[in-house]
């Protein structure tokens, strides 16, 4: 349908006025129903603010006698106008400043569908006093302009729901798109962390060899190839790394692998430095939950990837 593409724009009232299908006989008819109305305005207006004095959510905004009795006087003025008009583009900015007036207060949608049902049934009681012939269109006239002041009073209330849904919505999306950055930025830092650790190992197994040449054979080769190890882990690491940059999956059994084999490094340098048996221990404690973690972990990514 064409009035999709209208949807994100106000309407004017010409518009308004033609989709509810308000012809001239029809705002005749109701410049016609004016005099029976008016007199009894105040009569309704009193009724109508009875009614919404039984209510608790509504009567709460009028406990103010002062405040009451000029709501009395704008509804009054309202319910005359309805019948006046006339029906344009001022009529409908001014049913606007009434639907902004009731959002203002923090009064319900629900409750200005409610009063307008009720001013509904008490106005067509008045059309009793009109000609049986003219009764039909009478009602008809008086549906559609009700209809056209609830639509323009409700629209206030969606333009604040829709203002309240993109300011949210902005934020969301600047929430979002910043811990995308951050979380970026987080990526960029672990990968510079892991090149600084391959390069670190790279020294200590530089370290390990020249231990080898300075006569140190059996705690050199042993260290060196614990360095191995770890160095081997850290390129796993970080080839693991760039991969999941690239949209790939986080290995978390690499992380747990590089504390398993730091642990088992630290046993075969222990092993030559005679290290208390209770050091030992501990260390051998450490591979064990390691080990385990390790298997639990390679087991449940063995079984989210079958």
Do not use: C
């Not at 106000?10 to 005749?28: K, P, Q, V, W, Y």
């Not at 905004?61 to 006046?84: I, M, N, S, Y």
């Not at 409700?154 to 902005?170: G, I, V």
């Not at 979380?183 to 390069?199: E, K, Q, Y």
């Amino acid at each position: 349908m064409s009035g999709g593409s209208k949807e994100g724009r106000m309407r004017t009232f010409e518009e308004i006025r033609e989709n509810f299908g308000l012809s001239e006989a029809e705002e005749d008819m109701l410049h016609r129903l004016g005099p029976l109305v008016e007199p009894q305005a105040d009569h309704i207006v009193d009724d109508f603010y009875h009614f919404l004095l039984e209510i608790p959510d509504t009567a709460k905004f009028l406990q103010d006698p002062e405040r009451l009795a000029r709501l009395k006087g704008v509804h009054r003025a309202w319910l005359v106008k309805l019948f006046t008009g006339p029906y344009n583009e001022s009529y409908f900015q001014y049913l606007q400043r009434i639907g902004l007036a009731h959002v203002r207060i923090g009064l319900s949608a629900h409750f200005v569908y409610v009063a307008m049902n009720f001013l509904r049934d008490r106005l067509k009681g008045i059309l009793l006093d009109t000609e049986p012939a003219e009764r039909g269109m009478a009602a008809i006239a008086l549906d559609k302009i009700l209809d056209i002041n609830l639509d323009a009073i409700a629209r206030a209330y969606h333009q604040a729901e829709m203002r309240r849904f993109f300011l949210s919505y902005r934020l969301d999306d600047a929430l979002i798109r910043f811990a995308r950055r951050f979380t970026f930025g987080l990526n960029l830092l672990l990968l510079v962390g892991l090149i600084g650790l391959s390069a670190g190992m790279v020294m200590v197994l530089v370290s390990d060899i020249a231990m080898i040449f300075q006569g140190n054979l059996d705690k050199g080769l042993v260290s060196a190839l614990g360095s191995l190890l770890v160095l081997w882990l850290a390129i796993e690491l970080l080839e693991a790394e760039v991969d999941r940059l690239r949209g790939g999956e986080l290995q978390l059994s690499l992380f747990v692998g590089v504390g398993l084999v730091a642990f088992i490094r630290k046993v075969l340098i222990a092993t030559l430095s005679h290290e208390s048996i209770q050091m030992e221990l501990i260390y051998l404690g450490g591979i064990f939950i390691f080990g385990i973690i390790y298997w639990l972990i390679v087991r449940a990514e063995s079984a989210r990837t079958a």
